[in-house]
């Protein structure tokens, strides 16, 4: 449990819709091209229906005031695709370790939980701490030019280490490094200009009306439950 998860819940009801079309999104879907159980393979990009709206304004500044676009990775991701990514991040992390470890005993090596925790929220089913992309507030973004092509970023989404982490080259002099903290900061500018908060671990996870943005804006409650 992280510590916005002690915000309470009040759902104010408002709709899951298709994120509109001409926005750009990888492709295919990472998540479905691994098998993630989606049970519609045309519905998985959703969000809650302020969060398109806020969205799209934030892709409309970018392509006004900076020639760039948004390319989003994930949105909605209901809790049967989370436990899946959840498992196989572990597995993951257990091979690089050499680690012969199953699902069955993932509890056995809490060390490694608690990293893959700050990557990946746990699945849980308890409706008062779901996962943030279960709520349809949170998704996974990141920029594109003008024409739908990654922009480097200094890490991958979903990247387990380090690099992931928002400021990490914030510090770091060389070119390359100034140009992904630039890239990094316009993002995370023009995402929380729009009202959205970023995740502290992830340089590409924004999110509005779940308990991290009740938290990171002291709010008394969060807008949206598990979905």
């Known amino acids: 449990m992280k510590i916005w998860n002690k915000i309470p819940i009040k ?3 408002d709709k899951l819709i298709d994120i509109p079309s001409y926005l750009k999104f990888f492709e295919p879907h990472p998540y ?6 989606y049970k519609d393979k045309n519905s998985i990009w959703k969000l809650r229906r302020e969060v398109v709206n ?16 948004l390319l989003i990775y994930d949105s909605w991701r209901p809790l049967e695709v989370q436990e899946f ?14 680690i ?36 349809g507030g949170a998704l996974d973004v990141s920029l594109s030019d003008k024409h739908g092509n990654f922009l480097e970023m200094g890490s991958k989404v979903d990247q387990m280490d380090e690099t992931s982490y ?5 510090n770091k002099n060389n070119n390359e490094s100034i140009l992904w903290n630039s890239r ?11 009202g959205f908060v970023q995740h502290p671990n992830e340089w590409w996870h924004y999110s509005y009306g779940d308990q991290l943005w009740a938290w990171k804006n002291k709010k008394a409650n969060a807008l949206y439950g598990k979905i």
């Not at 990514?85 to 050499?98: G, H, V, Y």
């Not at 199953?102 to 509890?107: D, L, T």
């Open 184 to 194: 990094r900061n316009l993002l995370r500018q023009i995402m929380t200009r729009f």
């Open 100 to 135: 012969d470890a199953s699902i069955k005993n993932m509890n056995s090596y809490p060390s490694i939980l608690k990293k893959v925790e700050k990557f990946w929220a746990y699945p849980s089913f308890d409706s008062k701490c779901p996962p943030p992309h279960s709520t």
């Open 166 to 170: 928002p400021d990490f080259y914030s």
């Open 11 to 13: 759902d104010n009801g």
């Open 32 to 37: 479905y091209h691994l098998g993630a159980p």
């Open 54 to 69: 806020r969205l799209v304004k934030v892709n409309d500044y970018l392509i006004s005031n900076n020639n760039l676009q």
């Open 85 to 98: 990514m959840f498992k196989r991040a572990f597995l993951i992390e257990c091979k690089k370790l050499d």
